[in-house]
């Protein structure tokens, strides 16, 4: 009988052990399953094709973004390589709480330089408000293996209930590498934040305030990067939504410049032409 009990006692403590494993490893990874015949070429690095949020959770009613609610699921479509006409396959992470996606939806951008798209979305934590994180497919090789991976964040705002708008991304400084473009607290704050990938972090590498890409219950993002005479610059409104603003990098800082009154949100998106 003693021997029955010291079996069960240890059974339950490994089954303890391995759901704390589980929780903790949710929010950072999750298993890649095939919809096709298994690849077996020479590389297997997926090439995410697009991205989505689904199950939406009240859990953390914020409600700036009109009828999107949070969600708590991302899921990427990839190519096991660039170029592969089949062997699709689709990758789910589940945020465990107090983490959701508080977004218009995931962007696929290039954010390291070598062509192949990252994820960019934006995450909110229930006590600490939103954050930039920026995800990749793992090679998958590894049979079963575990296939997001977070390559960094921005820290979290700090507050709950704020928020931050990414609208684009660009080599802004010129220095070869990209910079991803968003405004904090479009509805309060109004500051435009370029941050670059350095290490496992999005650190900042210029800042602007005055300037605006959203407004409450508002269903999309505006504001756009775009490339004139070799110079990257972020197109925005001015805080009080009257003007159009064009924010470029000069002279190691930005700078704004007006584009005139702003007639329809709309603008905002449309103006990827130079002039
Ligand atoms: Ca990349």
């Known amino acids: ?37 298994p690849y077996t070429g020479p590389t297997s690095m997926p090439w995410p094709l697009s991205a989505s949020l689904s ?26 390589c660039e170029g592969c006409p ?3 396959v689709s990758a789910r992470l589940t945020l465990p709480a107090p983490l959701v996606f508080e977004d218009v939806a995931p962007r696929l951008w290039d954010i390291t330089g070598d062509g192949r798209p990252e994820i960019v979305v934006v995450q909110s934590h229930e006590n600490l408000g939103a954050r930039l994180t920026v995800w990749t497919l793992r090679d998958t090789q ?19 209930f704020r928020w931050l708008a990414p609208f684009g991304a660009g080599d802004f400084t010129g220095d070869g590498a990209i910079e991803i473009a968003y405004v904090e607290t479009p509805h309060l704050g109004k500051v435009l934040r370029l941050v ?5 972090r999005l650190v900042e590498q210029a800042s602007l305030a005055g300037v605006t890409n959203h407004r409450i219950g508002e269903e999309t993002i505006s504001g756009t990067v775009r490339s004139c005479d070799g110079r990257t610059e972020a197109i925005l409104a001015a805080s009080d939504w009257r003007r159009m ?11 704004s410049r007006d584009l005139g009154p702003l007639r329809d949100v709309g603008e905002l998106t449309r103006n990827d032409s130079c002039g």
């Open 55 to 80: 199950d939406p959770t009240d859990r953390y009613p914020h409600g700036v973004l009109g009828r999107i609610p949070s969600f708590t699921t991302l899921t990427v479509e990839a190519q096991i």
């Open 86 to 88: 089949e062997a699709r």
């Open 142 to 160: 590894e049979e079963a293996a575990p296939l997001f991976r977070m390559i960094a964040a921005t820290d979290f705002i700090g507050t709950r």
């Open 245 to 255: 603003v064009a924010v470029h990098w000069q002279n190691g800082a930005l700078s």
């Open 196 to 200: 670059g990938l350095e290490g496992d």
């Open 1 to 37: 009988m003693n021997i029955i009990f010291r079996l069960l006692s240890i059974c339950l403590t490994l089954l303890g052990l391995l759901s704390m494993v589980t929780t903790q490893a949710v929010a950072e990874i999750s298993k890649i399953t095939s919809t096709g015949a």
